[in-house]
């Protein structure tokens, strides 16, 4: 099991710029997540989606979109970045059977992404 | 927002000492979680200790809960270099919303010095 891979791995754009963070899984799990990482600040959930086709807004939305069209794949987009969105960018899973019982979040290596 | 705040910022133990590490929240909790997280990666679950749990138990780890105080401690006995790493604190207010909902602190970065 590969678990949670992001790609890529590292990301340079221009003020303005558009790109697209991919996230996969390999576990089968409804829920996934993406969030920020700054210094200083924790994580922050950016979005996150219980399951396919569906998606919701975390705490941090604004200027990011994503999709969720296939149960293994939560993609998130920038459509115009900006220097405040350098950043490190998480993807998480967790499978959710009973909202009483809470499943740890399972994290991928992370895309280190500075806009310039 | 954050809910949960980690104490120290930082701590540097001898590889062997035993290791202590402290979450704060702010508002009634369901659930915490603690996680570790190494340097270039992603975070890796440890152990999650309930609201109606007071002492819990994984290998070198010991998580106490104090609801009163809204707080814990994360124990790390015994401690190894391969423990360097960053811990985090992870609260989850509302039984409704799940994940979704989890909040986490800023981390203690350890480093066990060889």
């Known amino acids: 099991n590969a678990g949670v891979t992001q790609t890529p791995k590292f990301r340079v754009l221009k003020t303005g710029q558009s790109m697209t963070l991919l996230c996969a899984q390999d576990m089968n799990h409804e829920y996934m997540y993406w969030y920020r990482q700054d210094p200083g600040m924790g994580l922050r959930l950016i979005h996150y989606?219980?399951?396919?086709?569906?998606?919701a807004k975390g705490e941090v939305p604004d200027g990011y979109n994503v999709s969720r069209l296939k149960k293994q794949n939560f993609l998130l987009g920038l459509e115009s970045a900006a220097p405040s969105q350098t950043s490190v960018y998480f993807c998480?899973?967790?499978?959710?059977?009973?909202?009483?019982?809470?499943?740890?979040?399972?994290f991928g290596n992370g895309t280190r992404l500075t806009v310039t | 927002s954050q809910q949960g705040e980690e104490d120290p910022q930082a701590l540097s133990i001898q590889e062997g000492e035993n290791a202590t590490m402290n979450c704060s929240y702010k508002?009634?909790?369901?659930?915490l979680q603690w996680y570790r997280q190494n340097s270039g990666r992603g975070l890796v679950h440890l152990i999650l200790i309930r609201s109606n749990e007071r002492e819990k138990h994984s290998g070198r780890l010991r998580v106490t809960l104090d609801t009163s105080k809204k707080s814990s401690s994360l124990l790390i006995t015994a401690s190894r270099a391969a423990d360097t790493a960053s811990y985090f604190c992870?609260?989850?207010?509302?039984?409704?919303?799940?994940?979704?909902?989890?909040?986490f602190g800023t981390g203690t970065r350890l480093t066990i010095i060889p």
């Open positions: 992870a609260t989850a207010a509302d039984l409704l919303f799940g994940n979704e909902k989890l909040t």
């Open positions: 508002t009634s909790i369901n659930n």
């Open positions: 998480a899973s967790s499978y959710v059977e009973d909202r009483a019982e809470y499943s740890p979040l399972h």
């Open positions: 989606s219980v399951g396919e086709g569906t998606t």
